[in-house]
């Protein structure tokens, strides 16, 4: 915000937007912090990617609760699959088709 706005000091933009100094700082900490931790959390995941490429987010959010337990990382099951979405490194889902009766029939008439 400050960065958009330089002729005008923090004091005036944080009453425009109805915001202390104080909450303008805690948020610009929280947002370097959660950098951080999703940053070390990707090349974590990377790592064990590398040893199991088609670990499910689940199995993989499973493994990875000592270490964020270690590092101090508060994040939940759902921002985790969000992180995974938004660094590309969801494993695809396969495609899987039911072979019916009808299926079978058409095969053998085809042979």
């Known amino acids: 915000m ?3 706005f330089k002729g005008i000091s923090l004091v005036d933009l944080c ?3 109805g915001l202390t100094r104080q909450a303008y700082y805690q948020n610009k900490r929280r947002i370097l912090k959660t950098a951080i931790e999703e940053e070390i959390l990707i090349l974590e995941i990377r790592g064990i990617r590398k040893k199991h490429k088609c ?3 689940r199995k993989l959010f499973g493994k990875l609760e000592e270490f964020v337990y270690e590092h101090q990382i508060k994040m939940g099951r759902d921002a985790f699959f969000d992180l995974l979405r938004s660094g590309g490194l969801l494993v695809r889902r396969r495609k899987r088709h039911q072979v ?4 079978i029939k058409l095969r053998k008439k085809q042979l």
């Open 100 to 103: 019916t009766t009808n299926a």
């Open 2 to 4: 400050k960065y958009n």
């Open 15 to 17: 009453s425009w937007f």
């Open 55 to 57: 670990l499910g987010g």
